[in-house]
């Protein structure tokens, strides 16, 4: 089946826009601990404002008593970053948003999570990808293990540099990045104009 994909991941200000609009809908309730669900009977955690790594708050979206907000955790404001600390229900729910807004049928039973009623293909609004549609999309007609070549060191050097030659310019990842995300689209996307299809974040599928 033919597919449309966002050329690139969903970035903090693209969640935070639909967030806030969920919200004016009461689509979602809003804590100081995250964002929950309010479809079909559904309570689900959303989006998680409190994980911490090592002391360092990592969700740039936070709630400031009043309402959500893009927030400095200490590496500025980032709109154009790919956002995080979504949940695989935060991810579908912000394809139904999308879906909502502009008029379509959204995808998912909240309910249960299915999606289509039991036919993906039949949905009338936006989904995640398949797992397989991903690696479609990702390869563009490449057959290496990334779409920029083969992995030139698998377990990086005794000396611990995890350096890939195929992944840089493609790819944020821990030899490149700081170990921290991104803005979207800085680097050279793959032959069907994807971007960051490897690094700058784990994907939900």
Same mark, same amino acid.
């Given at each position: 089946?033919?597919f449309? #994909?966002?050329a690139t991941?969903v970035?903090?200000a693209?969640?935070? @826009?639909?967030a806030?609009?969920a919200?004016?809908?009461?689509?979602?309730t809003v804590t100081?601990?995250?964002i929950?669900?309010?479809l079909?009977?559904?309570t689900?955690?959303?989006m @998680?404002?409190t994980?911490h790594v090592?002391?360092?708050l990592?969700c740039? #979206?936070?709630? @400031?008593?009043a309402?959500i907000?893009?927030?400095? #955790?200490?590496?500025?404001?980032?709109?154009?970053?790919?956002?995080?600390?979504?949940?695989?229900?935060?991810?579908?729910a912000?394809?139904?948003w999308?879906?909502?807004?502009q008029?379509l049928?959204r995808?998912y039973?909240?309910?249960d999570?299915s999606?289509?009623n039991?036919d993906?293909?039949?949905?009338?609004?936006y989904?995640?990808?398949?797992?397989?549609?991903?690696e479609?999309a990702?390869?563009?007609g490449?057959?290496?293990?990334?779409?920029?070549g083969?992995i030139?060191?698998?377990?990086?050097?005794?000396?611990g @540099?995890t350096n890939?030659?195929a992944?840089?310019g493609?790819a944020?990842y821990?030899?490149n990045?700081?170990?921290?995300?991104?803005p979207v689209?800085q680097?050279q996307p793959?032959?069907?104009?994807?971007?960051?299809?490897h690094g700058?974040?784990f994907?939900?599928?």
């Amino acid at each position: 089946h033919p597919f449309l #994909i966002q050329a690139t991941e969903v970035t903090n200000a693209q969640y935070l @826009d639909m967030a806030l609009w969920a919200l004016d809908q009461g689509l979602v309730t809003v804590t100081e601990d995250g964002i929950w669900d309010n479809l079909d009977g559904s309570t689900d955690l959303l989006m @998680d404002f409190t994980v911490h790594v090592e002391d360092v708050l990592w969700c740039e #979206i936070g709630f @400031d008593g009043a309402s959500i907000r893009l927030q400095d #955790i200490g590496f500025g404001v980032n709109p154009n970053h790919p956002v995080k600390m979504v949940t695989w229900a935060g991810s579908a729910a912000y394809c139904d948003w999308l879906s909502l807004r502009q008029g379509l049928v959204r995808a998912y039973d909240h309910s249960d999570w299915s999606c289509g009623n039991g036919d993906l293909y039949s949905a009338d609004g936006y989904r995640l990808p398949t797992e397989a549609e991903w690696e479609y999309a990702c390869r563009a007609g490449t057959t290496t293990a990334f779409y920029s070549g083969d992995i030139t060191n698998p377990w990086g050097t005794p000396e611990g @540099d995890t350096n890939e030659p195929a992944l840089n310019g493609v790819a944020w990842y821990p030899a490149n990045s700081v170990e921290w995300t991104h803005p979207v689209a800085q680097l050279q996307p793959n032959e069907w104009g994807l971007y960051d299809m490897h690094g700058n974040l784990f994907k939900w599928v």
